[in-house]
T-cell receptor, first 115, second 112 residues
Framework: DQQVKQNSPSLSVQEGRISILNCDYTNSMFDYFLWYKKYPAEGPTFLISISSIKDKNEDGRFTVFLNKSAKHLSLHIVPSQPGDSAVYFCAASARGNNQGGKLIFGQGTELSVKP | NAGVMQNPRHLVRRRGQEARLRCSPMKGHSHVYWYRQLPEEGLKFMVYLQKENIIDESGMPKERFSAEFPKEGPSILRIQQVVRGDSAAYFC??????????FGPGTRLTVL
């Protein structure tokens, strides 16, 4: 049962343009969502998060949008840079459901930003 | 401020041997989580620990796997009698409260 899904395994974007990575979830108890970036042979690096009480959170070039009714979130990167090329994971947790911090991850989307 | 430390980075074991993976959380963090990433898959939750307590082990295989986070020292993930299917990258994460988790570089376990 895949509770968090990233349906696009890969995405290619031109440098300077916007990258949009998408994530869908099925569990309505999820109340905290995170995006991580991962390079090969390294651990995931935290990028940005959003609580379910918000619909948008912005940090520099990264913005996360949450649509609770559609159970959908997206990560926007603008402008995209070649150094952004990596695998991006969406993750969710149900903090308010006594689930502690257990994160459920999507399968990842490999972003390639071409110069 | 050092990040999450994991060692060893690479571990090779023969079938039937034991594997011990260590994780030192970020300074000030008392919550530790272990995840496993099998080839071509996403990260899967294994266990969540606080000092001396296992909070959630719902993702741990029932046999051969155990985890601890003692009062002093690193958290240990122990795999007894390893099999080829245990070959994976094992990641540890830590947090100050059950909130944003920061990950270590991982231990890549290869079972021959």
């Amino acid at each position: 049962d895949q509770q968090v899904k990233q349906n696009s395994p890969s995405l290619s974007v031109q440098e300077g343009r916007i990258s949009i990575l998408n994530c869908d979830y099925t569990n309505s108890m999820f109340d905290y969502f995170l995006w991580y970036k991962k390079y090969p042979a390294e651990g995931p690096t935290f990028l940005i998060s959003i609580s379910s009480i918000k619909d948008k959170n912005e940090d520099g070039r990264f913005t996360v949008f949450l649509n609770k009714s559609a159970k959908h979130l997206s990560l926007h990167i603008v402008p995209s840079q070649p150094g952004d090329s990596a695998v991006y994971f969406c993750a969710a947790s149900a903090r308010g459901n006594n689930q502690g911090g257990k994160l459920i991850f999507g399968q990842g989307t490999e972003l390639s930003v071409k110069p | 401020n050092a990040g999450v430390m994991q060692n060893p980075r690479h571990l090779v074991r023969r079938r039937g041997q034991e594997a011990r993976l260590r994780c030192s959380p970020m300074k000030g963090h008392s919550h530790v989580y272990w995840y496993r990433q099998l080839p071509e898959e996403g990260l899967k939750f294994m266990v969540y620990l606080q000092k001396e307590n296992i909070i959630d082990e719902s993702g741990m295989p029932k046999e051969r796997f155990s985890a601890e986070f003692p009062k002093e020292g690193p958290s240990i993930l122990r795999i007894q009698q390893v099999v080829r299917g245990d070959s994976a990258a094992y990641f540890c994460a830590s947090s100050h409260v059950p909130d944003t988790q920061y990950f270590g570089p991982g231990t890549r376990l290869t079972v021959l």
